[in-house]
């Protein structure tokens, strides 16, 4: 009988422990104030469909941001160069309950930095990195540079793009495949095909959105020396 009791106060503990946010770590190539935009753009659509996004904002220079459906946080000075997995979730943790859009604590933080910096931040905290890409110029090759960074520095193997000026899902899927390849063949890395922000309609992104999404540890893992 005691054991019965037991697990039931366990089962309700876990029913009514706060939840952790989920995570949507993104990966700018550029950090430009079109790759902003296209993370605002994905914070509008979690909100839309009812998620509590939070925008950390690590990219720097950032201007006065106009009235939004989420809450935003000019994080890149909180978080300096050198941060760690560790002080990104301890970070996130002090961040949680105490930073609200009107409607409620946040329940997703969307992470948008330098994707080496990001894989710094996120590393054992994450299992996959979403990069908001460019098709065009070095656009493709830069991405590319910035995967193999990451994977040697921090062993990610999972990715998914969102390429900003492909102009439609068929330019972008083009893009995308010659990425995927190549990461394939040489570092055996993963690349989800996540679409061309121009050519994605409001239900579509926001359900992509939410697809993106992973649970948070408040801890990361330990890396293995």
């Excluded at 905290?125 to 070095?138: K, M, N, Q, S």
């Excluded at 193997?157 to 390849?181: E, I, K, Q």
Aim: net charge positive; aromatic share 6%; glycine share 8%.
């Amino acid at each position: 009988m005691f054991e019965v009791a037991r697990d039931q106060a366990a089962g309700l503990r876990r029913l009514f422990r706060p939840q952790q946010p989920s995570l949507l770590p993104l990966g700018c190539t550029v950090g430009d104030a079109a790759e902003r935009a296209g993370v605002e753009a994905i914070a509008n659509a979690l909100a839309r469909a009812g998620r509590r996004p939070l925008f950390v904002d690590l990219l720097g220079r950032a201007n006065r941001a106009p009235p939004s459906s989420f809450a935003r946080i000019d994080a890149d000075a909180l978080l300096p160069e050198g941060a760690q997995a560790r002080d990104f979730a301890r970070f996130v943790e002090s961040l949680a309950g105490s930073v609200s859009d009107g409607r409620g604590a946040f329940d997703v933080a969307l992470v948008a930095a330098d994707p080496l910096r990001l894989a710094d931040l996120t590393a054992g905290l994450a299992e996959r990195i979403v990069l908001v890409a460019r098709t065009r110029g070095d656009g493709l090759a830069r991405t590319y540079s910035q995967i193999k960074a990451m994977h040697l520095a921090h062993g990610f193997r999972a990715y998914c793009t969102v390429f900003l000026d492909a102009g439609s899902r068929a330019a972008a899927l083009a893009s995308h495949r010659r990425l995927a390849d190549t990461a394939a063949r040489f570092l055996g890395a993963a690349i989800e095909f996540g679409g061309a922000h121009d050519a994605i309609d409001a239900e579509r992104f926001a359900g992509d959105a939410l697809r993106w999404l992973q649970p948070i540890a408040v801890r990361p893992r330990a890396r293995a020396h």
